[in-house]
């Protein structure tokens, strides 16, 4: 008989052992499914919780390969892997979902540029450049085409004097766009061809960090933006092919347009708070979608504000957590702390999900657990 998930034998290998990784093992539990993991640091938030931790690197060829060999079915919490490996072990019939292919285009924002323009997804306009000496137009968002993450490998130049910090090396060069809002869309697509999405969300920007601060669900648009942004979601993950979930990051902007922004093919921030809010969380649903089983219903079933636990700017060690006791003396409060034991600043170590029947109670109570609860090194 073939292999089920919830067989003892059956092993779900993840490329990745961060706090994404964590909370999909979380829901994994409750399918009795294996998880197999693989990271470069033996202190990752997944360490202590997978039923099988190898400690290497998910960039090398063979590490990958070795790791993967032996696994029914392999995903990712992070896109910056060894693809060529993925490759091998799709011909050696272990399923890669993500499949390669689709994470080769994510790894360079070049190719995602050009993957939206290719299939006429909106999206602003841009510049693919190989060195800085080619920019010749100020204001311009300068993009690394590779490796960039959290914001880093993004920034706005605006004068030529900021033309000194310009990245070297190939670049995206995007419009600076006049955004009104940044949403987000969560579509998970399984092997059978099923699609559902979440209901957008909105986020709020740390401008400092460049990170998500605040993200609320649902997102205060009208039903007619929030359709448009679903099937658009729609139409990135189905012509793309993908199996597994695909956050889609979109601005709307003042002139009341959507742009696909960026995509990750992979659990996303932007889908933290439905494991409290919606009928089924994006972990869930990441597990369905690459075992291909029925997808979830997605709803909202509450409100929620979702904050990021980021750790406080000059400090770096052993890191505590100041406030605690007292956010958790509000009703609605859920806390995730990633088991991360070094702080630094702006590092996620956390996040603190808020849920109301009123959005607008849970945005008032998420900014005093943001003033009240502190990251700090020891
Ligand atoms: N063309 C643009 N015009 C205006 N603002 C932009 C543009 N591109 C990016 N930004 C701003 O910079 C942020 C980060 O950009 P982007 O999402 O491309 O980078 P990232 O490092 O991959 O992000 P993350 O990993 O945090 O999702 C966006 O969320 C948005 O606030
Ligand atoms: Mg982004």
Do not use: W
């Not at 008989?1 to 990784?21: P, R, W």
């Not at 011909?91 to 939206?116: A, M, N, S, T, W």
């Not at 060069?173 to 699609?195: F, T």
């Not at 702080?343 to 959005?359: A, F, Q």
């Amino acid at each position: 008989m073939a292999k089920e998930f919830f067989d003892k034998d059956f092993k779900l290998g993840i490329l990745g052992g961060g706090q994404l990784g964590r909370m999909f093992i979380q829901e994994a539990v409750s399918y009795n499914v294996k998880i197999a993991v693989l990271d470069p640091s033996k202190d990752a938030p997944c360490a202590n919780i997978a039923d099988e931790f190898t400690v290497g690197d998910f960039n090398d060829y063979q590490t990958v390969v070795d790791f993967g060999a032996n696994k029914d079915v392999v995903t990712i919490e992070i896109e910056h892997v060894n693809v060529e490996a993925l490759k091998e072990l799709e011909k050696r019939g272990v399923k890669v979902f993500p499949q390669p292919h689709v994470i080769e285009l994510v790894q360079d924002k070049g190719l995602q540029k050009e993957f939206y323009q290719k299939h006429e997804i909106p999206t602003s306009s841009f510049q693919l450049i190989s060195d800085k000496s080619e920019i010749k137009n100020l204001p311009i968002v300068q993009k690394l085409r590779k490796g960039g993450y959290d914001g880093r490998g993004v920034q706005v130049l605006k004068s030529e004097d900021d033309l000194k910090e310009a990245f070297e090396g190939a670049c995206v060069l995007e419009e600076l766009v006049a955004i009104d809002k940044e949403i987000s869309v969560i579509v998970a697509r399984n092997e059978d061809g099923e699609v559902r999405t979440f209901p957008a969300v909105e986020l709020e920007f740390n401008p400092k960090a460049n990170l998500v601060e605040f993200l609320f669900s649902p997102a205060n648009i009208d039903k007619h933006k929030k359709a448009e942004a679903r099937d658009l979601a729609v139409e990135v993950a189905e012509k793309l092919g993908i199996v597994g979930l695909l956050a889609v990051e979109m601005f709307l902007t003042e002139d009341g347009e959507l742009l696909v922004n960026e995509i990750a093919p992979r659990t996303h921030n932007s889908g933290h708070h439905t494991i409290e809010a919606n009928f089924t969380s994006q972990f869930e649903q990441h597990l369905r979608s690459v075992l291909n089983m029925p997808l979830g219903k997605t709803e909202v079933m509450i409100p929620a504000v979702m904050v990021n636990l980021l750790g406080e700017p000059n400090n770096e060690g052993d890191a505590t957590y100041l406030g605690l006791n007292k956010i958790l003396k509000t009703p609605g409060v859920h806390l995730h702390l990633y088991g991360k034991t070094t702080t630094k600043p702006y590092r996620k170590m956390g996040h603190v999900t808020i849920i109301n029947e009123d959005l607008n109670t849970a945005k008032s109570m998420a900014r005093k657990v943001k003033n009240t609860l502190k990251v700090v090194a020891k």
